[in-house]
């Protein structure tokens, strides 16, 4: 049955996001630089090389535990730059609002907005302000770009993993996702998880200066670790073997998902990165992980193959093996 | 953990024949593999997945009805989100949506009775699928619709129940089951009493399992040692939640507002007192009387194979269209659509072999 109309799963991550952009989008506009499809565009200006991102926020509810759609926006494009080894330095804040939002409200999502640029070294240096009738919007998008100045030698790219390398993450996996749904309307269930919002570009600038060999790095944003994962396996052309018993979840997230039969690893992240680093230098990165805050809980959760080629399997608790697949898009709800 | 696995590999050793164990509910389908069980145990035991998965079993005709009913105006279809994406014979909900049904996806049928209340306007419908395991919270929220007066909201019934559906399989020729597990969260609300008749009848052994997938191995543990001891019997592995008897609230709160009734399961066929239907009592919230709807078992798509799949008698990839033209994305037949199906189950982490 050929989708003829846009319908949300779409909008996953997974993908069915992932057709929709290489059958409709980039035959259109195709280009070199569009074409890496990387987190975020590597444009050579002047002496320097500078990385260049967008991505648009309409997460519901716009405030959830741990954040709200403002710090989400500044941390989502930010982190789309970190995980090219660039620091950021401006952005661009889009707004469209929806006739009758408060004022108020406004202020502090642009509160929000200000004080997660002040903690990371990103200023807002344009912008834009649309208003929509009442019931053509949900009180607020955001759209933000941003530029960062690359700082690494080396390239990283999705492209670039190597069978050898290490596969690190930074701590507990999809609490954003949760966190967001347990607030949606609909959905009865009671739970502290707290989304882990955060923006990654002082912990990557840590990791990058311990002077291991990284070869990528990912947010693994929608569509979770197993959609950041798949890609980068596909993008290589490496096998990537992941340890379940070494996935860090937390109980209660373990729970919720159990409940609302969803996939921690096909669950939203809005402040973890999935390192893939030279075998050798798994040492050094662990360490320079561990001794920033967003990184105490950091862990090696697999390794690169060569075989089989394109393909992600995990080693299952019991000892089974089975594969990790790119989520389809599932019928969630937005979640950033 | 190998302990068990162990056990298991010396009681196959001691009956040195090749068996097959079914497993029927999607949970399972589920344990099994994502736990990447199948690769752990002996080569001469085999497990296989039935119509377990209630979205699988579900009729092309019920989703014709769905979409139909998705197309009136001042309609709003409530459903839990893995029928949205199923494909009905021309189109599916979430094709509906995206051209302006109101379709919306609730995690409880007591969710749906709250958006009936807060849309006054609008007839809400929930799509009643599943069995014994959600049928008493739809039960539950027919009654209090009833109590509170709430006109606007009705359910599209198809739910089934699991023991007929199971003799069904053993009656067929094709299907060769040396032992059945049977699933644990419908038997939590059923009692393990209700598959007495099929160790007494037909000399097949049941063990009732829990969901992890140390459940499932001790269960083939507890089935191999029926079979080596030649006996046959229902068995509880699941000790920790189900019992003889059930939940006795629950049997009663399904009897007071569903009836058995004869119910046509995708790619069986029709079997005998295997569904329930909404007491002519509640017809007020009954949407089949509501809307006039009816609907009969229509045909799926040419090719596909899910009810020799549900039946246990075709293994996903022996499917011609499987991972072909049918996938995750653009499924053609139930078992891809639903998480839980057997073929979206084997498509996301056992295709190894043949996607490599």
């Not at chain 1, 565009?41 to 405030?63: I, M, N, Q």
């Not at chain 1, 807002?124 to 949900?138: F, I, L, M, P, S």
């Not at chain 1, 992980?289 to 075989?307: C, F, K, N, S, Y």
Request: hydrophobic residues 45%.
């Amino acid at each position: 049955m050929k989708r003829d109309r846009i319908v949300l799963a779409h909008g996953g991550g997974g993908a069915l996001t992932h057709e929709l952009i290489a059958s409709v989008i980039v035959p259109k506009l195709d280009n070199p630089v569009l074409r890496t499809m990387d987190d975020s565009a590597v444009l050579s200006l002047g002496s320097g090389e500078y990385a260049f991102t967008t991505d648009s926020y309409v997460v519901k509810p716009h405030r959830f535990p741990g954040g709200d759609i403002g710090k989400l926006a500044v941390c989502g494009t930010v982190n789309d730059l970190a995980m090219q080894g660039a620091e950021p330095l401006w952005l661009s804040l889009g707004l469209i609002l929806e006739e009758g939002l408060p004022v108020a409200e406004l202020e502090s999502i642009v509160e929000s907005i200000g004080r997660t640029a002040a903690g990371v070294g990103v200023r807002v240096a344009t912008g834009d302000t649309k208003v929509v009738e009442r019931g053509r919007g949900e009180a607020v998008y955001i759209n933000t770009a941003g530029i960062g100045r690359i700082v690494t030698r080396r390239r990283l790219s999705a492209a670039s993993v190597q069978p050898g390398d290490v596969v690190l993450v930074n701590g507990n996996l999809a609490e954003h996702g949760i966190a967001v749904l347990s607030q949606r309307e609909g959905i009865a269930f009671r739970t502290s998880v707290v989304s882990d919002c955060a923006a990654l570009w002082p912990l990557v600038k840590t990791i990058l200066e311990s002077g291991a060999e990284v070869h990528a790095m990912r947010d693994p944003t929608r569509g979770g670790l197993a959609a950041a994962v798949c890609d980068i396996a596909a993008a290589s052309g490496v096998g990537i073997r992941l340890q379940e018993k070494a996935l860090p979840v937390s109980a209660e997230v373990r729970g919720a998902c159990e409940m609302l039969g969803l996939d921690p690893l096909n669950i939203a992240n809005e402040g973890k990165v999935v390192v893939f680093c030279r075998g050798t230098d798994v040492v050094r990165v662990l360490d320079a992980m561990r001794a920033h805050p967003l990184g105490r809980d950091a862990r090696v959760i697999g390794e690169v193959t060569e075989q089989p080629k394109g393909m992600v399997l995990l080693r299952t608790a019991i000892g089974g093996e089975r594969i990790v697949d790119m989520p389809t898009g599932e019928d969630l709800p937005r979640i950033c | 953990m190998n302990e068990v696995l162990k056990n298991v590999a010396e009681l196959a050793g001691r009956l040195g024949r090749h068996v097959t164990f079914m497993e029927v509910c999607g949970t399972h389908t589920m344990a099994v593999s994502r736990s990447g069980l199948r690769s752990l145990l002996p080569a001469n035991v085999r497990l296989i997945s039935g119509p377990g998965c209630p979205v699988c079993v579900t009729d092309t005709g019920y989703m014709d009805a769905a979409v139909e009913l998705a197309r009136r105006p001042g309609v709003m279809v409530t459903t839990f989100g893995d029928l949205v994406r199923v494909p009905g014979s021309r189109s599916s909900l979430e094709r509906e949506r995206a051209a302006g049904a109101d379709v919306r996806v609730v995690y409880s049928p007591s969710d749906a009775l709250v958006l009936a209340r807060e849309n006054p306007d609008k007839q809400v419908v929930f799509l009643g699928v599943g069995f014994e395991t959600t049928v008493p919270t739809v039960a539950w929220t027919i009654k209090k619709a009833a109590q509170e007066g709430v006109g606007n909201f009705s359910v599209l019934a198809a739910h089934k129940t699991m023991p007929f559906a199971m003799e069904a399989l053993l009656k067929d020729r094709e299907v060769k089951i040396d032992g059945f597990i049977c699933p644990g969260h419908v038997s939590v609300i059923t009692g393990a009493k209700l598959y007495r008749f099929i160790p007494e009848r037909y000399g097949i052994p049941c063990v009732v399992c829990g969901f992890e997938a140390v459940d499932v191995i001790q269960c083939v543990a507890m089935l191999l040692a029926q079979l080596i001891e030649k006996r046959a019997a229902v068995e509880i592995e699941y000790t920790r939640s189900v019992n003889e008897d059930g939940n006795l609230a629950a049997q009663r709160l399904i009897a007071e507002v569903f009836e058995e009734c004869d119910a046509a399961w995708r790619g069986i066929g029709v079997i005998p007192r295997s569904g329930l239907a909404i007491r002519p009592e509640f017809g007020r919230w009954d949407t089949a009387k509501v809307f006039g709807v009816r609907w009969g078992e229509a045909k799926p798509h040419p090719g596909c194979r899910c009810g020799d799949v549900l039946r246990g008698v075709l293994t996903p990839m022996a499917c011609p269209l499987f991972a072909q033209s049918c996938t995750p994305l653009n499924p053609l037949g139930p078992c891809m659509v639903s998480s839980e199906g057997t073929c979206a189950a084997y498509y996301r982490y056992e295709r190894k072999g043949l996607a490599a």
